[in-house]
């Protein structure tokens, strides 16, 4: 099974409005709630693909509950959720239909005590022991250490289960000092990590941090991957018209399903491109248009990058 790890689990809202503007009044015209934070939209994305999919990390209160109701009744996930005595937060995504702009609200998420952190390590290190990959993803709620995506992955490494880290600031930075096999920032993650606005210096950088290999998505121009196997970048055909909003999930979901399936790194990255992109199609993140899949996915280009001449890697 492939187990994703989604400490700040959130109930996550879209809402849909005709034009969104500062100090108005907004009706909103079209509501989505699903289980969200960033593992738990990868977990629905591989469980869509058939992968059978363990989600840990911590849920609580009346927001959790529902979280965990709808996870059970929309998905064939699995919930090993740790219970937390705080709520789960909300997230919130205002789609603005004139111009297809999304504006995200994030909430901090409940304070997580010693003990409830205790819990779930022990759930981790249990769940480890069947896994065939782990998906380390999203911010930190209150409580939680900031080097814990450092742990985390330290102690899958020493299980033998890959680890992919998606997550930005300090707990990325502190996460590829424990070489994680693939992180996946997205390009202002990476600059605020790296200083460096190119992509491709920024990726090569963030790899000679520790990471083995960095796949860095670049909202609709694709993503470019850095591995000891060489590069690459992988664009759609064109640019999808819709909701953003958890594209990178489903980029980090057909990463992973690549990496469990053998897939070489171009066909990873093909189908990492072509889902998120139907993602940007689905009306929420953690879905995806099927047939948008099915149309984009042979329409991927992906290419070789040049290797550097200069030692590193
Ligand atoms: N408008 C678009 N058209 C086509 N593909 C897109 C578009 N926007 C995003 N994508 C695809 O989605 C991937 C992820 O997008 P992005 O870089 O915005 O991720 P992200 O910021 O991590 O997203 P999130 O945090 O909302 O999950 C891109 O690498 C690209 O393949
Ligand atoms: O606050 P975080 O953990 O960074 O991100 C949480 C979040 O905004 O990311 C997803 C999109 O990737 C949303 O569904 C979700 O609620």
Not at 140 to 167: C, E, I, K, M, N
């Amino acid at each position: 099974m492939i187990l994703t790890v989604t400490l700040n689990a959130a109930l996550d809202l879209t809402y849909r409005v005709p034009r969104l503007t500062p100090h108005a009044t907004h009706r909103v015209t079209d509501v989505a709630e699903r289980p969200g934070g960033k593992g738990l939209n990868v977990a629905r994305v591989l469980a869509a693909l058939g992968h059978r999919t363990v989600a840990t990390g911590f849920a609580g209160g009346g927001t959790g509950d529902a979280l965990r109701a709808l996870l059970t009744q929309e998905s064939d996930v699995t919930d090993a959720l740790v219970p937390v005595g705080g709520a789960t937060r909300r997230t919130v995504a205002v789609v603005d239909a004139a111009t297809g702009d999304t504006t995200q609200l994030n909430e901090p998420g409940p304070v997580v005590s010693p003990a409830e952190w205790r819990t779930f390590l022990g759930t981790y290190r249990e769940l480890l022991a069947d896994a065939q990959a782990v998906a380390l993803c999203g911010s930190l709620p209150p409580g939680v250490p900031v080097d814990v995506y450092a742990r985390l992955t330290r102690a899958a490494r020493s299980a033998g289960v890959p680890v992919v880290l998606d997550t930005s600031g300090e707990p990325l930075r502190r996460g590829l000092a424990a070489r994680p096999d693939l992180a996946k920032p997205n390009a202002d993650e990476l600059a605020a990590l790296t200083g460096t606005t190119e992509p491709l210096r920024a990726a090569r950088e963030a790899r000679r941090r520790g990471a083995h290999a960095v796949a860095a998505s670049l909202g609709p121009d694709g993503m470019l991957a850095v591995t000891a196997d060489g590069a690459w970048q992988a664009a759609p055909p064109r640019r999808i018209a819709g909701n953003p909003t958890g594209a990178g999930d489903s980029a980090v979901a057909g990463l992973l399903s690549g990496l469990v399936e053998g897939l070489s790194w171009p066909e990873r990255l093909s189908r990492a491109v072509a889902l998120s992109a139907a993602t940007v199609r689905a009306e929420a993140a953690g879905e995806f248009d099927a047939a948008t899949y099915a149309e984009l996915l042979p329409e991927v280009a992906v290419a070789a990058l040049p290797v550097p001449s200069a030692p590193g890697r």
